[in-house]
């Protein structure tokens, strides 16, 4: 569970730095009148998101931990990764650039460029879907099925759930998409593009850790954690 | 006291307002709701629904232990299922929805002077997701082969494999239903989290909270954290059962033969479903914690001893929780030193709790207690908790717990300590806020049958186990054979328990019945009757309508518990009360 407490420990971090700010060794017996905080600027949706991450974060820490500690048995045989994932890897990648620019472009009041990055964003992650489908056929006609081996089964579903999490986000984008379309107008969807911008960030830079994992170049990073905790 | 300057904002009380969805008909203004008020006693009715079959379940189970053989149709299967369905229906489907999903929905934007919830829609979805949640849950009672009957911990491999009840459908269903359930929480918990950091009233600042909304707010971020460990284990079973994979099957021969099944380890599903089993255990206590304390301080008129240290605590709590959960598993043969390590850790997380229950009882000292029927509840937790917590002590130690473990003393120290206890305080919490919920307040002479039944009832059940536990009469067995080595005295212990569970449960009934009643027929109640400083007894009407708080949300000039201040023409100083300074200001102002 190492990988899981790395996370939470990363979270604590945060959580600390914040509350240290709260004020939490004011007497709250001996104050009268109005404190005024510091005023509330960042949207509702995106501290929401936020929270949603590190929600989601945790999802991914833990199975990545429980990838971690069943490699160690005997039994554990690696499949060989797909050469396709490196091209959805770029795709993927260029979805999460692509929607940085689109975030710029709305910072510009550029609405022909927040549609065309849009449309790019959605194609590209589109084909990184499709691309993983076809990884996954790809293995399981090279015999390697979901239940040969736990590394197989592993691959599956860690794969299996960071796609779901990239159509959630699809779904997402479609209604910033539409919303775009039917308004035509950049204050409407501002912030909606940066909140598909960040989730986006956050979809690739866990593909980017699970991709090395799974690839196995991760495994000495991974033995140095395992050694941390014994 | 220290006067704070007034703020550039001045003294206006209009801080910037929330844009509120208006419901046009019956249906969304009562079913599809998006108001958190309605949404949480969506939240409560259904979890008290869920909690009086979860309450027969276990009538069942005491009538089989008490009177062997004699109810023929609970055998032993149908006993593993009774045990399994009113475990996780408490710990999951009662106690998480009705302290997060039904006091944090009704208390966070009351308390901390919002409007409603900041994700009304998604709040909507969370109760509807919950809801499906239970009737899937629910629905393995009619499936093929009955409910799951693996434990409520639902250990593999036995919870898949053929021998164990309801493994073909009850144990999806029952998985199925544990993924909706967590999808639901995460929508309820973003709201419950972003509300507090965002949705405060002007003036509201952490540090002046109510310790009610510090435990929600506090819990809410753990079950964040921690439900996604059974989120996974719960995909990760669910393909084992269905797919065929083996993530936590090792090799099995069944009748001789080899199964499907090979080199899984169900090791990794324990560490999983007690990372999050553990903090779930402060998930339930948190709330309740801050519960109590706000109850002890309004029915002592007394302020609440050590707040900053209350505070404190509650998030030392909640941090500590996360790195306790190989407690669980001393038995399972972990490394002596880890039993150490996990040992120290359990044992520390006493040093804050111990703060709480100090703080708790010097609030009481000297306070003007009222022994209403809210304040017997909360007294009644402490006691109740502090029991519970000192057998944690016995259990949280390797050499005492590997003999005790899997007997009826853990049984006796977990329903104390996260069963009764934080049920205690949602009683006194649903006696306290039920005058504001609907305007009239719960009969006080049936509330106060209602405690003493329980309260004493409760450890005539609880208190015997452990005695039956130390004895080593061993949990989840659905009888002692009369060739085991006990005593008579423990078969009398049985009937003897089982007759009170019936009485005990029988008296829920009843406060069931004054729910009702009261609604009706109760004594009519003002928008304060207890005289209690926080922000959710000034609304200007009660029941407080959808927006809370008329045209102007309020300003909030001082903490949650300015009881009995000298000088003050009252006992209590509400929260938005300006102090002179503000009001003489005011009286100048054009």
Redesign the interface.
């Known amino acids: 569970?190492t990988g899981?407490?790395l996370f939470?420990a990363a979270?604590?971090v945060v959580?600390g730095w914040w509350?240290s700010r709260?004020?939490?060794?004011?007497?709250?017996?001996?104050?009268?009148?109005?404190?005024?905080?510091a005023p509330?600027t960042v949207p509702?949706a995106k501290?929401?998101l936020g929270?949603?991450l590190?929600?989601?974060g945790?999802?991914f820490a833990?199975?990545i931990s429980?990838y971690s500690?069943?490699m160690q048995?005997s039994?554990w045989s690696s499949l060989p990764m797909p050469a396709l994932l490196w091209p959805n890897t770029a795709l993927l990648l260029l979805s999460s650039v692509v929607l940085q620019g689109a975030k710029r472009a709305a910072d510009r009041w550029d609405i022909q460029s927040v549609k065309i990055g849009l449309l790019t964003a959605g194609g590209s992650t589109l084909a990184f879907v499709v691309g993983q489908f076809l990884a996954w056929w790809q293995l399981d006609e090279a015999g390697y099925v979901?239940?040969g081996?736990?590394a197989n089964?592993?691959f599956y579903?860690i794969t299996g759930?960071h796609g779901l999490h990239v159509l959630g986000g699809l779904v997402a984008l479609a209604r910033t998409m539409y919303r775009t379309w039917l308004s035509d107008d950049v204050r409407a969807v501002r912030l909606s593009v940066e909140l598909c911008a960040i989730y986006w960030h956050f979809l690739l830079a866990v593909w980017l850790i699970l991709f090395a994992l799974l690839t196995g170049w991760a495994a000495d990073a991974l033995e140095l954690c395992r050694q941390l905790l014994s | 006291?220290?006067?704070?300057?007034?703020?550039?904002?001045g003294?206006s009380a209009d801080v910037e307002d929330v844009e509120l969805y208006h419901p046009h008909s019956w249906i969304t203004k009562y079913v599809f709701a998006q108001d958190a008020k309605v949404i949480a006693i969506q939240y409560s009715l259904v979890a008290l629904g869920v909690g009086l079959i979860a309450l027969v379940l276990s009538w069942l189970m005491r009538l089989q232990l008490g009177f062997p053989g004699v109810f023929e149709f609970i055998d032993a299967d149908r006993y593993y299922q009774l045990i399994t369905m009113h475990g996780m229906m408490m710990v999951v489907y009662v106690l998480t929805a009705l302290f997060l999903g039904g006091f944090g929905n009704y208390l966070i934007p009351l308390m901390v002077g919002a409007r409603d919830m900041?994700?009304p829609y998604v709040n909507m979805l969370s109760f509807w997701v919950y809801f499906l949640a239970v009737l899937i849950l629910v629905a393995s009672f009619f499936a093929p082969g009955g409910p799951t009957g693996a434990g409520w911990t639902l250990y593999p491999p036995q919870a898949i494999l053929a021998g164990t009840p309801g493994q073909e459908w009850g144990i999806v269903l029952m998985l199925v239903s544990l993924i909706v359930f967590i999808i639901g929480f995460?929508m309820g918990?973003?709201n419950y989290?972003?509300t507090v950091?965002?949705g405060r009233a002007?003036?509201m600042?952490?540090?002046?909270m109510p310790l009610t909304v510090w435990g929600i707010f506090t819990a809410s971020?753990m079950a964040?954290?921690?439900?996604?460990?059974l989120?996974?284990g719960a995909?990760?079973m669910l393909?084992d059962k269905l797919?065929?994979?083996?993530?936590f099957m090792p090799t099995l021969y069944s009748m001789g033969e080899q199964l499907?099944y090979?080199?899984?380890?169900p090791l990794?599903f324990q560490?999983?479903f007690w990372?999050f089993g553990h903090p779930e255990v402060y998930i339930v206590a948190l709330p309740a914690f801050g519960i109590v304390s706000d109850l002890i301080s309004v029915h002592a008129r007394r302020?609440i001893f050590g707040?900053?240290m209350m505070?404190?605590a509650i998030?030392a709590i909640g941090?500590l929780s996360?790195?306790v959960w190989a407690h669980h598993m001393y038995v399972s043969g972990m490394n002596p030193y880890f039993g150490f390590f996990f040992a120290t850790t359990t044992l520390i997380i006493a040093i804050p709790t111990a703060i709480k229950v100090y703080n708790w009882v010097l609030t009481l000292w000297r306070g003007d207690i009222h022994l209403r029927t809210p304040m017997l509840f909360a007294l009644a937790f402490i006691v109740t908790f502090v029991n519970g917590g000192l057998t944690g002590l016995f259990l949280g130690n390797v050499v005492v717990d590997v003999p005790l473990s899997d007997t009826m003393f853990v049984v006796a120290h977990f329903h104390m300590v996260m069963g009764v206890a934080p049920i205690l305080v949602i009683f006194g919490a649903i006696y306290h806020w039920y005058p504001k919920v609907t305007g009239r307040l719960l009969d006080e002479t049936l509330g106060k049958i209602h405690f003493w039944i329980t309260f004493l009832g409760a450890y005539a059940i609880f208190f015997p186990m452990h005695y039956l536990g130390l004895m080593g009469v061993p949990r989840r067995y659905h009888e002692m054979l009369e060739s085991t080595t006990y005593p008579a005295s423990a078969h009398q212990l049985n009937i003897f328990i089982t007759i009170a569970a019936l009485i005990v449960g029988a008296a829920q009934f009843m406060f069931v019945f004054n729910l009702a009643w009261s609604l009706f027929r109760g004594r009519e109640a003002d928008g304060n009757p207890w005289g209690a400083a926080s922000l959710e007894w000034q609304t200007p009407e009660t029941p407080p309508p959808h927006g809370n708080w008329g045209p102007h949300v309020p300003?909030?000039?001082?903490?949650a518990?300015?009881y009995n201040v000298p000088g003050a023409a009252r006992d209590f100083i509400p929260q938005n009360e300006p102090?002179p300074?503000?009001v003489a200001m005011q009286g100048h102002s054009p």
């Open positions: 569970m899981a407490l939470f979270v604590g959580a509350m709260q004020r939490l060794m004011a007497k709250p017996w001996l104050e009268q009148g109005v404190i005024d905080e509330r509702l501290i929401g929270v949603l590190v929600g989601l945790s999802l833990l199975s429980a500690m069943r048995f039994d979901l239940a081996n736990p089964s592993f579903l759930l | 006291m220290t006067e704070i300057p007034l703020g550039p904002g003294m900041v994700f995460t918990g973003l989290v972003v950091l965002q002007r003036g600042t952490l540090m002046r971020v964040l954290l921690a439900f996604p460990a989120f996974v995909v990760m393909f797919l065929g994979t083996s993530f499907k090979g080199g899984g380890s990794l560490h999983l990372f302020n707040y900053r505070v404190w998030i941090a996360f790195v300003v909030v000039y001082r903490w518990y300015d102090p300074a503000v």
